[in-house]
């Protein structure tokens, strides 16, 4: 393999549940990135050394401004859109809001980033669409946070 062939990247996505708004996830639309235009959730790159959970963290409270407890993998997708030269693999991760230790509602503390946040029912026939394209490739196989 050449020194300068293309390699996945590694995103972290994480599926927030809060007790204010059950069988709910936070989804925002994207802008100014890959996926602009669609709904995604919040996350972004893992970083060097960072630990899944870690990133999920730090990820929820830059965007959201949210604080959470017990983050816990959820899932894994290998999304390749070749004539994008798109290839993430992404790690879903799923965690509840710390409604005792910080905010309970979004904020869009990344305007240039994300049209804003909403809670929306995974179950919903009415879950906005188009999807950014991991979360789109985890609904098409069956994925569901709320399921163990």
């Given amino acids: ?23 709910c996830v936070l989804i925002g639309k994207r802008k100014g990135s890959d996926g602009q235009g669609t709904y995604g ?37 290998n999304s390749v859109i070749l004539k994008e030269e798109y290839h993430y693999i992404t790690i879903f991760m799923k965690t509840e809001i710390d409604t005792e230790n910080g905010i309970g509602e979004p904020i869009n503390t990344e305007p240039d980033k994300c049209e804003g946040w909403e809670w929306h029912e995974w179950n919903s026939k ?17 994925y569901n946070p709320f399921e163990t």
Avoid at 8 to 18: E, Q, T, Y
Avoid at 46 to 67: M, N, Y
Avoid at 126 to 142: K, T, W
């Fill in 126 to 142: 009415m879950f906005p669409s188009p999807l950014f394209r991991p979360l789109q490739d985890a609904r098409a196989q069956g």
């Fill in 41 to 77: 959730l919040p996350g972004g790159h893992l970083e060097f050394g960072e630990e899944w959970h870690e990133c999920a963290k730090r990820e929820i409270f830059e965007e959201t401004g949210l604080t959470v407890k017990n983050v816990g993998f959820a899932a894994v997708v």
């Fill in 1 to 23: 393999m050449a020194g300068n062939a293309k390699r996945p990247k590694v995103g972290v996505g994480v599926f927030i549940f809060s007790p204010l708004h059950p069988g």
